[in-house]
Structures are given as C-alpha cells and as structure tokens.
C-alpha cells in the first residue's frame, strides 16, 4: 500500500521521510505511522519479533540507538522525552523483552514521561509459546497505559491513539503488535494522511484565578516551588513571582528553571541548603506550579510552616491535595494559569516588593548553594571527600553540561555541587527509585542534547548493575563524564542500618578497580583519591574527548549523607 506524508504534530524540527513509501505489513505500516505522527528517537533490543517494525522506522528517517539490554533502552527513552521535548520510543521483542524493560517503563510511567514501548507479542493462538505472558496486566502493574494492534483494518487507528494517549495525557504507553496481525497484508487506503492537532492547554476557571490572586495579594512571604508540570512555564511562573515578590525554587526534576534569576532558591526539599531550606519553611503563602509537593519536596511537610497558606496548580484533578492538605487547588495548565493571575493582578494594580529586596538577592547569591557551605574536609590518604571532589569538578567541567545522576547515598552530590544551564542540564530519573538507571538516563539525556557535555553521577553499585550499557556509551562514541562515587558497597544501606548493629556484609563489597574495567571498554579511565588526581580529568576536557571518561572516585565515608534520613522516613 502507498501512505501520503502528514505533517509531524509534536515536534516541528522533525524531517519528514519522502512523501510516499510502500508498506507491505501491518509491522511496517505501524513503523510509518509512527514515524509520521513525529516521534524522535528509537531505543531497543532487536529480535524476531520488533525486527521488522523498527527496520521501518529507521527507513523512515527515525533514529535509532541500540542498547545492550532493554532495561537501559527504556530508560533512555525515558531520558530522551524528558530532556528533548520529543516523544522518545523503546522497541522491544515479545514476552522476555518485554519483562527486560519493565524497570525503565515503570519509572517513566510513575514519571508521566510521554513515551511509547512498541513491542511485539505472541499470537492470541499461541497459548503455548514460552514467551506468552500477560503483557497488557504486566503495563498496567507499573502504572503504564497497555494499547495494541487489533487488527490490520485498525492498525493507523490504533497506532494513532496510542501516540495521543502518551503525549495528550503525558502517559507512558506499551503498544502490543501481536505476531500474527504485523504479518498480515496493511490494507489499502488506511494510512495517515492528515497531521493531528496539538494538544489543548486547560485554562483554570476564573474563580480560581481570582482565589489564587487573591492570596498572592495578602502574601507578605510568598514563595514558588516549580515541578515537572511547570518546566514548560517558567518565564510565565517567574514573571508572575516578580509581581507577586516571590521567591522561587524547584523540585528536584525542575532543577535549573530559575537559574539566572537572583531570587531563585535553587532545589526545594532534601537536596536544599540550610538557607535555601529556612527561607521555604518561613513562607506564608506556598504555591506549587506543577509539583507534588510530595515528602521530598517539602520534607515530609516539615518546610510547610504552621500558618502558610498551600496552593497547587496542576492538571491532574487527582494530584491535587493529593499528598498533603491544601488551601486553594487549581486545576489548569501552569502557563495558562500564571498568565491568567498576572493579568488579574496587573488590573489590580497590584505589584510588591515581598521579599524581592537587594538585601535577599545577596543573601541568596552567598548562602543558596552547596557549594557555597563551609563544611570539614573528610578526606584521607586513601579516599576523596565527596564534597570536595564534586565542588572540584564543578570549576573544571564545562557550564555548557547535562547532568544525570543515578540514585545511592552519593546522589546528593552531584545534584547540588554541579551547576546546570538550565532545567534541560538535569535529568533525574527517581520516581521508582531504582539504582542502576543513571548510565542509561545520561546516554538518553546526551542523545537529546548532543551540544553539552554529558555528565554522569553514579555510585560504583548502580554503576556495575548497568555496565552493559558502557559498550553502548563507547561504540556511539557520546564524550562523557561519568563521575563513579566508588564507597565499595550499598551506600545507603550502610548507613541507614549502622546505628541498629546490623550485619553490614551484605551490602558491602571488596573494592572493584573500575577504572580497569572501563578501560577494557574502551573508554579513558582515570582513578581519583586526592585532587591532585584530577589531572587526567582537565586534560581530557582540554581535548580531544575521543572517548567517554570514566572517574573511578574512591570516596571517604560521609557518616550517612545529610538527605538520607528524609528520603528513608518514606520506606
């Protein structure tokens, strides 16, 4: 069959593919119509069962990046979509493939990260098959939305609902294509000719507009923390907090929204300073512009002051008061929010100082950041206090950079000594909270931004559990920086079960020579105890990064980093 060209509907950049091309199955049509609906970019594990249809996507103009197990190929599609903007796509074979990815398609469901998984499964009569499963129960478990090919009649249809599901309701969608349907004959006539439309912005009500203005108006301490909802609002969020005389601040998966605003706080909740932290809990009025406002946030509540007011803006009806009491839900998309309350201001005539004064600019300017905190030097001769290590890093790593940090007792480190541009310098892939998915996030977050310095922070075990991917990051030869916080164990294990007397050799290891490994990979490999160590790190960035560099970091024992109290109060 013959399918005219429709115009891309999410990403206006995307070259389209030729104007006619020939289709003969339903794997192949559904390949096309992707391709046409303007997804970005492929990530998988190819076998019998995806083979065909990812051939026709890459025939179709869509790259395509292989990874090494299709966990790592999720949760770059994952990072993709976050840092892109693009609708990011994991292919995946049938049954075993499919369980392979289900960690990375569980943090970007719990993630909202608009994202399609176009997997192959067995035919209905194949009830026999080893690789049978359940694969539409396995996707709703972990919080994904299960669509699939139902026929070759349906197969646009299908194809076309699942692309809007993702990025109109910014879901996470696994798209089954049974085995028997993608070899059957794509029908005649069927294919996408005409482009989408864009997905509507809600407005909230003017009711709310007036409620929310209203108590911006009686705020003498008003202070914005930003989420992932508000990423795509932050010069509407920030021109409001001038009026208003707010502060702002970000939740962690916001982090560089503000930077450049001399009122900005930096990150709200576990990974604040001390400063950052008081200036939150002192606020009478805290709005949340697509942010959960949940226990990391917001410190299991402890950043909410008795008498402050709580607000949150969001999309979703159900997230709305959802992880603490709240005075004013609007629900409403946070740009068209933010200018809707500035507009009814300025009619208002309303325009405050709060605490928008010379004076707090300084204040932030000298006390906001980590790195700007005095605190004991805990190396020894063998180990490289973290802190010291990645304020080091920080002055010698190019500012054009993109940060992706792995999850461990290390995170904090990376994710606030590390400056980024912007919030597309930041990618933070927690919300299930697994280790092991850094390496992945950071090749999916370089591929989005190949213009910046990729740069990694993991811990050795998250680092080992995903090193497959290493192959990966060195055959696409991306130039990054993968900062391994190498404590020889389960750090956070370690010291959260220290003071019970437990029996720690569980989590602890004897010490891996990463450096060797990586080496073996093929990438440049350094080992770090002291910064004098650093050497090798400012000559790799001097030139000619012909190959990832991987900082074997053996770190000294911070007692328990200063976050891990609060995120282990949530277990």
């Known amino acids: 069959m013959t399918i005219t060209t429709g115009s891309p509907v999410l990403n206006e950049d995307v070259t389209p593919p030729s104007a006619t091309s020939r289709c003969d199955s339903v794997a192949e049509l559904v390949g096309i119509t992707l391709a046409r609906l303007g997804i970005g970019h492929v990530f998988g594990v190819v076998g019998s069962g995806n083979f065909v249809v990812t051939n026709a996507l890459r025939r179709e103009g869509v790259p395509y990046t292989a990874a090494r197990h299709e966990g790592g190929a999720a949760t770059m599609a994952d990072a993709y979509g976050r840092m892109s903007g693009k609708v990011g796509v994991v292919t995946t074979h049938q049954g075993c493939g499919l369980t392979n990815a289900v960690t990375g398609i569980g943090e970007a469901a719990k993630s909202r990260t608009p994202m399609i998984v176009v997997t192959a499964d067995t035919a209905a009569s194949a009830v026999r098959s080893n690789f049978t499963i359940d694969q539409d129960?396995?996707?709703?478990?972990?919080?994904?939305?299960?669509?699939?090919?139902?026929?070759?009649?349906?197969?646009?249809?299908?194809?076309?609902?699942?692309?809007?599901?993702?990025?109109?309701?910014?879901?996470?969608?696994?798209?089954?294509?049974?085995?028997?349907?993608?070899?059957?004959?794509?029908?005649?006539?069927?294919?996408?000719?005409?482009?989408?439309?864009?997905?509507?912005?809600?407005?909230p009500s003017e009711a709310a507009v007036t409620k929310l203005a209203a108590l911006i108006q009686g705020a003498k301490k008003p202070v914005f923390v930003a989420g992932r909802g508000g990423r795509e609002a932050g010069p509407e969020i920030a021109a409001l907090a001038e009026t208003a005389g707010a502060l702002v601040a970000t939740s962690a998966v916001a982090h560089g929204l503000f930077n450049g605003d001399p009122y900005s706080l930096g990150i709200s909740g576990g990974f604040s300073s001390p400063f950052t932290a008081d200036a939150v809990r002192e606020a009478d009025l805290i709005v949340g512009w697509g942010c959960a406002l949940n226990m990391w946030t917001m410190r299991h509540g402890s950043l909410i002051g008795p008498g402050t007011k709580v607000v949150q803006v969001d999309l979703d009806d159900?997230?709305?008061?959802?992880?603490?009491?709240?005075?004013?839900?609007?629900?409403?998309?946070?740009?068209?929010?933010?200018?809707?309350?500035?507009?009814?201001?300025?009619?208002?005539?309303?325009?405050?100082?709060?605490?928008?004064?010379?004076?707090?600019?300084?204040?932030?300017a000298r006390h906001a950041r980590w790195n700007s905190v005095e605190t004991a030097d805990l190396s020894t001769a063998e180990a490289i206090d973290p802190r010291v290590l990645s304020r080091e890093l920080d002055l010698i790593l190019p500012a054009n950079r993109i940060v992706s940090v792995d999850s461990g007792n290390f995170m904090g480190y990376p994710s606030t000594y590390l400056s980024v541009p912007?919030?597309?310098?930041?990618?933070?892939?927690?919300?299930?909270?697994?280790?092991?998915?850094?390496?992945?996030?950071?090749?999916?977050?370089?591929?989005?931004?190949?213009?910046?310095?990729?740069?990694?922070?993991?811990?050795d075990g998250g680092f080992l559990m995903a090193i497959s991917e290493l192959e990966t990051l060195v055959r696409e030869r991306i130039p990054m920086v993968v900062i391994v916080y190498n404590d020889s164990a389960y750090g956070a294990e370690v010291h959260h079960f220290d003071a019970d007397d437990e029996d720690l050799e569980v989590v602890r290891f004897p010490t891996t020579d990463i450096a060797s490994i990586a080496a073996g990979y093929g990438a440049t490999a350094v080992t770090v105890r002291c910064l004098a160590d650093l050497a090798p790190v400012e000559e790799w960035v001097a030139g000619p990064q012909n190959a990832p560099l991987v900082i074997d970091a053996r770190i000294a024992s911070d007692g328990g980093a200063w976050w891990l109290a609060e995120a282990f109060k949530g277990h």
Request: aromatic share 4%; net charge neutral.
């Open 137 to 203: 129960a396995l996707a709703r478990s972990v919080g994904a939305v299960a669509e699939r090919i139902h026929s070759p009649q349906s197969a646009v249809a299908d194809t076309v609902r699942a692309y809007r599901t993702a990025v109109n309701e910014r879901r996470t969608v696994v798209l089954s294509l049974p085995t028997d349907i993608q070899t059957m004959e794509a029908p005649i006539g069927n294919g996408l000719t005409e482009p989408l439309e864009p997905r509507q912005r809600v407005r």
């Open 318 to 364: 159900s997230a709305l008061g959802a992880n603490r009491p709240i005075d004013l839900g609007v629900l409403g998309d946070c740009r068209e929010t933010a200018l809707a309350v500035l507009n009814e201001l300025r009619s208002a005539g309303h325009q405050a100082v709060g605490l928008r004064t010379p004076e707090m600019a300084d204040r932030i």
């Open 422 to 459: 912007d919030e597309f310098g930041f990618c933070f892939t927690q919300a299930f909270q697994s280790i092991g998915l850094g390496l992945s996030s950071a090749i999916g977050a370089a591929i989005a931004h190949p213009e910046r310095l990729p740069v990694l922070g993991t811990g």
